[in-house]
């Protein structure tokens, strides 16, 4: 962790190595791991560019890395960084438990979508055309920005900071 | 690249962000797509944005658990609530919590306050939460312009904190019934709101119950002034201290002259908020918003 990320505080290295092992025991239990080693390495790797894109924010959160194996150099925290908690995934995780709770249908599709990331891809699983998934995903959205009016809390701060909603 | 295909691929990469949070509008959504068909550049973007394998959006983040014990005392309202019936539910986020060191439990105690846990095992885990305490701050100085245009009356100080919401109990199911009759026994007269407006003193409507729930009679402003308003979409919300209990949206006209609110068994005493959010005629502009505040008792 070291190596990839130069002058990382000491508390950080921890919660990123915590974050790494729980990814790893979250694999264990899943399905048995044939190599942990070279899997350990590859997740650390993770952990540490993922921490790099949340310090930079929002706005730089999605621009490209240096090169691949280099070490990382730690940016100074933006408006909006997030330094401890991954908050996409963590608004994603409160989308989904809010459907899994209130609506079935958008549920599932959330959850699809989530995983997935196109919603091409959900349509032609669902052999739907384009247009009719999305129009049904809309409805859904909906419901998640009139959430954003009403709650308050770092998911929906975050998510307003970040002018997703 | 030329400049007009160079400007579609600014505004796709200022879009992933959303789109990765399955926020974008539907004929943003549209457009993004067809970009991303022919944009290996953006498809590489948001690759990072999908769940690490094995990994899914349906568990609590690894980063949060990882950081439970100051993270998840951050946590409010909604978010906080989903996250702990999500922890009552889910044998396998208790496991990775055990397995991370901490108990499945939300911290409900600023993690620096003297004599805690957290204080105790040294500094660099308050170091860690300064870090997160100033970057959530930097995103309240950027929600507070938000906060004070929609919600006046959160920011009005009226006198009236809003605590965590640990104290409180499960929540009843509340559903919406329209067009009512205004004479209805028990109705009780909602004044007329100012635009806008904060919400005014509380209104006393007594005990509700699944008998008779509350009936509210509406007043000229919550009733539609044309019939091209009385299509706009007006969405009704029931909140307790900032949590959602129940939302209603459907055409302004379907609210008709009196509404009931009905819970299933008795609503707890205390304060709610009823929250009228009506489109706006134009689009872009923000939805009109009145608030109520009713004393249950």
Same mark, same amino acid.
């Given at each position: ?37 070279? +899997? ?21 959160? +999605? ?27 963590? @608004?994603? @995780? ?6 899994? =709770?209130?609506?079935?249908? %958008? ?5 699809? @979508? @989530? ?11 669902? =052999? ?11 409805? %859904?959205?909906? =419901? ?6 009403? =709650? ?14 | ?53 094995? &990994?899914?959006?349906?568990?609590? *983040? #690894?980063?949060?658990?990882? &950081?439970?014990?100051?993270?998840? #005392? ?23 919590? $055990? ?21 105790? &095992?040294?500094? $660099?885990?308050?170091? $860690? ?14 929600? #507070? ?51 806008? #407006? ?21 007043? *000229? ?5 044309? *019939? ?8 009704? &919300? ?24 009905? *819970? ?34």
């Amino acid at each position: 962790m070291r190596r990839k990320l130069k002058s990382l505080p000491e508390d950080t290295v921890e919660d990123l190595a915590r974050e790494a092992m729980v990814s790893l025991y979250r694999l264990s239990r899943r399905e048995a791991l044939v190599n942990p080693d070279p +899997l350990a390495a590859t997740l650390v790797d993770r952990v540490c560019v993922d921490h790099v894109r949340r310090l930079r924010g929002p706005a730089g959160r +999605l621009d490209p890395l240096s090169q691949k194996d280099a070490p990382l150099e730690l940016p100074a925290p933006s408006p909006g960084s997030e330094a401890g908690v991954d908050m996409l995934e963590l @608004f994603r @995780f409160v989308v989904l438990e809010h459907f899994k =709770q209130h609506d079935a249908p %958008c549920h599932e599709l959330a959850t699809e @979508f @989530f995983t997935e990331l196109s919603w091409s891809a959900i349509a032609r699983q669902r =052999q739907l055309r384009h247009s009719t998934v999305i129009k049904r995903w809309s409805a %859904c959205m909906e =419901q998640i920005r009139e959430l954003a009016y009403a =709650q308050r809390g770092p998911v929906w701060e975050w998510a307003r900071q970040a002018r997703i909603v | 690249m030329s400049t007009g295909s160079a400007i579609a691929h600014d505004w796709a990469v200022r879009q992933l962000l959303a789109y990765s949070a399955g926020l974008l509008p539907e004929e943003e959504l549209l457009r993004l797509e067809e970009h991303l068909h022919g944009c290996p550049d953006c498809r590489s973007r948001l690759a990072p944005l999908k769940p690490a394998s094995g &990994t899914s959006a349906a568990h609590l *983040p #690894a980063s949060l658990i990882a &950081t439970w014990s100051r993270s998840s #005392a951050l946590l409010e309202g909604l978010e906080r609530e989903l996250v702990e019936s999500h922890l009552e539910d889910c044998a396998e986020c208790r496991a990775e919590l $055990s397995f991370a060191g901490h108990e499945a439990v939300i911290a409900d105690e600023p993690a620096d306050r003297p004599g805690s846990r957290r204080a105790r &095992t040294g500094g $660099s885990w308050l170091h $860690s939460l300064w870090f997160w305490v100033i970057g959530l701050l930097g995103a309240a100085a950027g929600v #507070a312009a938000w906060l004070f245009a929609a919600h006046p009356a959160w920011l009005g100080g009226g006198g009236r904190t809003m605590p965590g919401l640990r104290g409180f109990g499960h929540a009843v199911p509340v559903a919406f019934e329209f067009a009512l009759d205004s004479l209805t026994a028990g109705a009780v007269k909602l004044p007329e709101p100012g635009f806008r #407006a904060r919400a005014a003193k509380p209104i006393e409507v007594g005990a509700v119950t699944s008998v008779s729930g509350m009936v509210l009679v509406l007043p *000229p402003a919550l009733q539609p002034p044309s *019939p091209e308003a009385s299509e706009r979409r007006m969405v009704i &919300t029931l909140l307790q201290d900032g949590r959602e209990l129940a939302s209603h949206t459907g055409p302004f006209y379907a609210l008709g002259d009196a509404i009931r609110l009905r *819970p299933e068994g008795r609503l707890e005493a205390g304060d709610y908020d009823l929250r009228f959010a009506l489109d706006p005629a134009v689009d872009g502009e923000p939805p009109l918003v009145w608030f109520y505040r009713l004393r249950v008792r």
